[in-house]
């Protein structure tokens, strides 16, 4: 089973002050422990969807062994980012896909999902029973998955319309998202191994 990983790292970090792929925690930047955190997970090929400040990123950021794209209509939200990626990722019987802002994720959590790869499955983690990323979607659901993706709903409404498995993954990872600065906070006193 060939598992794609994907990255969406493109977003302007309007609430947070900045990209939240620039953001730095426990040394490195969001972007490239998001990215190492799939290869770490075995996902092959790792594509990373970059858009607002992408130069400084790649200037910034490591991002060995993987794929960087750009998506140009970063502007218009997640959606048009999840579009590039999956068109990116090329032949794959599935691909997990990880929001940037979610350092919490751990490879136990992407292995959860991982273990449901097959080109039919839809799955999401879900932490204490709130719903959460990262996100399996085979490659039978990527056309629908491209043909409803828009604004800042990326798949949620595809999700919606079509049955998902959710995986429990609260005591072995954190999914909350960090949309602003104070949400660091919480983030700090932990390790940040995988």
């Not at 979610?102 to 999401?124: D, K, Q, S, W, Y």
């Not at 490659?139 to 043909?147: I, L, P, R």
């Not at 949620?156 to 660091?184: F, M, Q, S, W």
């Amino acid at each position: 089973m060939r598992v794609a990983g994907l990255l969406l790292a493109a977003g302007a970090g309007r609430r947070f002050g900045s990209p939240k792929a620039l953001v730095p925690l426990h040394g490195r930047l969001f972007v490239d422990s998001a990215a190492g955190l799939l290869r770490a997970a075995g996902c092959d090929p790792v594509v990373v969807v970059l858009g607002a400040r992408a130069a400084e990123v790649r200037d910034q950021a490591v991002l060995d062994g993987v794929t960087v794209v750009d998506n140009p209509h970063w502007e218009t939200g997640m959606g048009s980012s999840l579009r590039t990626g999956l068109h990116a990722v090329g032949v794959a019987d599935a691909v997990v896909v990880l929001p940037v802002d979610t350092p919490g994720v751990t490879v136990a959590a992407l292995h959860r999902l991982i273990a449901l790869a097959e080109p039919n499955a839809l799955a999401r983690a879900t932490y204490h029973g709130e719903i959460g990323h990262p996100v399996l979607i085979g490659s039978g659901h990527f056309a629908g998955v491209t043909a409803s993706a828009a604004g800042d709903q990326g798949a949620r409404d595809y999700l919606k319309a079509h049955t998902v498995r959710h995986v429990e993954c609260g005591d072995v990872a954190d999914g909350a998202d960090v949309d602003r600065p104070e949400d660091l906070d919480a983030i700090r006193p932990r390790s940040g191994g995988a």
